[in-house]
Every structure is written in structure tokens, then in C-alpha cells.
């Protein structure tokens, strides 16, 4: 990637910082911490919220089992024709909420996923929003299934523990800015 790739993306980010809720492309470091408990060679279905530039959405394509579909929510319509630009079999993007999960499983059909990864800025979506999200998130994971969400807070921490059976909570400073990374399990 290069410095004017990022920087141009940077300004993009700013520019629309009511739904990326970020200044800058996430880190390789927060994406590995992100990616980390995704078992790629069993994983078969990875629905990821908010995708922004792609950073994240070329690292899952990068390690992503040949037969792993990856689902893409995208609300930004720049981003998300940006993101349209991938040419993989396996990448499915779609201009549309996070609410949408369902509609666009069922579309492909598709039942329960086994991850959902969040780049989402929770801390400036509206609580019941977020409730929403979170609840569709949680119906649409199989048993077992994980949640990786990254915030720059830990104001929906507390959101995440009544829905999800085990909650994990990691640090990086290597991204800007800092970040916290949930790892939820259904």
C-alpha cells in the first residue's frame, strides 16, 4: 500500500467520520490481533460489518479457506464501490446496514455464519442501534460462532456480556488510534 493510497483514504475516512468513526486504515497490528481467533481452514462464512477501505477485507481474502464466503456491509456508497473493485469469487458487497444480516444471507443462501467482524464505530451509532446490531449479529452466528468487533473505547463492552457466552478483551497501541478488540463467542 502506498503512502498516497493511505493518505488519500485518510482524508476519505475524515471526511466521513459520522459512520467510519476513524481518522486513519486500521493497522496490520490490529488486524492481526482482530483475525487472531478465526480458524481459517474451517471457516466456510464471514459476514464483515463496516469494511471502510477493504484493509481488513484483503487480509480475510488473503487467508481465507478456498470455499469461505465473505460478506461485506458497507453503508458508505464510495466505500463500498471501492470495495466492489476486488475482483474474488469468494467477496460479496453489499450498500447496505448492518441490519440487513438476514436479508442478505438469505439472498445468498446462506443460514448461520461462523464469524462476523466488526469495524464498526459503535461508540457513535445511538444505543438502540446499536442494540439492533448486536442482537442481529448474535441470531445469525451459528453456536460457537465469533464476533471480533475493534472500538478506540470500551463504551459498548458492557453491551456485549449478556449476549455473548464468553467475552474477550484485547489492547493494541500499535494503530491510530489505540485500540480495544472484543472477541465474543455464541
Do not use: W
Request: glycine share 6%; hydrophobic share 40%.
Amino acid at each position: 500500500m502506498t503512502a498516497m493510497f493511505q493518505f488519500s483514504d485518510s482524508i476519505k475516512l475524515i471526511k466521513n467520520i459520522k459512520t467510519t468513526g476513524t481518522i486513519a486504515p486500521s493497522s496490520k497490528v490490529l488486524i492481526k490481533h482482530l483475525l487472531r481467533p478465526i480458524d481459517f481452514e474451517s471457516t466456510r462464512c464471514i459476514v464483515e460489518l463496516g469494511p471502510g477501505n477493504g484493509c481488513v477485507t484483503a487480509a480475510l481474502l488473503g487467508r481465507m479457506h478456498p470455499e469461505c464466503q465473505l460478506i461485506c456491509l458497507e453503508l458508505n456508497d464510495e466505500f463500498a464501490a471501492q470495495l466492489g473493485n476486488i475482483v474474488d469469487p469468494r467477496l460479496h458487497v453489499y450498500n447496505a446496514c448492518a441490519t440487513s444480516i438476514r436479508k442478505i444471507l438469505d439472498e445468498n443462501k446462506l443460514d448461520l455464519v461462523d464469524h462476523v467482524v466488526s469495524s464498526l464505530p459503535l461508540s457513535i451509532i445511538d444505543d438502540a442501534t446499536v442494540n439492533q446490531i448486536l442482537a442481529t449479529v448474535r441470531a445469525n452466528l451459528r453456536p460457537g460462532g465469533g464476533f471480533q468487533q475493534f472500538q478506540y473505547s470500551l463504551a459498548n463492552y458492557g453491551d456485549m456480556k449478556p449476549l455473548f457466552s464468553n467475552v474477550k478483551l484485547r489492547f493494541t497501541l500499535r494503530n491510530m488510534p489505540p485500540a480495544f478488540v472484543y472477541d465474543c463467542v455464541k
